[in-house]
């Protein structure tokens, strides 16, 4: 059984897969408090689903393109199961999960099934996520079809994706997306960062956000 909090049809928001409908499965249940969360209504609110329910209700939605994402997705081992069916039954899968040690009982990033996009939230200072907790031993496993996403609140997270960027904590190959954090950040000041510095990553906004700046849930 999964603890589902939302399934609906979305537009993607973030990532390389950004402006492609998609429908979005939102699990519940995180062990992290970033300060720039925007799903905090996903830490606790749920409804238990059985895989096949999951799927049945994927299907009626009609994408090829599925979302999967929390909270913190891989909390529920059942998740390596969905993706794998999923898979199997010819969807493109993504999901979005932080850059964080697994907790017990907690899935890795290395367990994921092959053909799975892993989109990595990796945890700049600005998010108060403990530097301790970034799990660079799966990190490392990414690959060209995995990417990286560094959220930045404001010049000290950008100094710091700049210290991390192209050493060998990152993967080769593996794309980097820097984000503003929306909000805290103004998308230019990060833009003439990268430029200035000659940064080769994709500088991406929430789409979301700027689509329906209005609405909390549901897109």
Not at 120 to 129: E, H
């Amino acid at each position: 059984m999964l603890n589902v909090n939302e399934i609906y049809p979305a537009v993607c928001g973030e990532s390389s897969f950004s402006g492609r409908p998609c429908t979005l499965v939102r699990l519940t249940g995180c062990h992290q408090r970033c300060i720039w969360c925007d799903s905090a209504h996903a830490f606790h609110e749920g409804t238990a689903m059985s895989s096949e329910d999951v799927r049945a209700e994927i299907a009626s939605h009609d994408w090829p393109l599925v979302l999967v994402t929390g909270g913190e997705p891989l909390l529920q081992r059942p998740v390596l199961g969905l993706l794998s069916d999923l898979v199997d039954a010819g969807s493109t899968v993504l999901l979005e999960t932080s850059g964080t040690l697994p907790v017990t009982n907690a899935a890795g990033l290395a367990e994921v099934p092959a053909g799975v996009h892993r989109i990595v939230d990796l945890k700049a200072p600005g998010s108060g996520v403990d530097p301790a907790d970034l799990d660079w031993e799966g990190i490392a496993t990414l690959g060209t079809t995995d990417e990286i996403k560094i959220v930045v609140t404001g010049r000290e997270d950008y100094d710091w994706a700049r210290g991390v960027f192209g050493t060998s904590r990152l993967p080769a190959g593996t794309p980097v997306l820097l984000s503003p954090a929306h909000g805290l950040l103004d998308p230019r000041e990060l833009a003439a960062w990268v430029l200035e510095d000659g940064l080769d990553v994709r500088l991406q906004i929430q789409l979301h956000k700027v689509v329906w700046p209005d609405v909390e849930r549901g897109v």
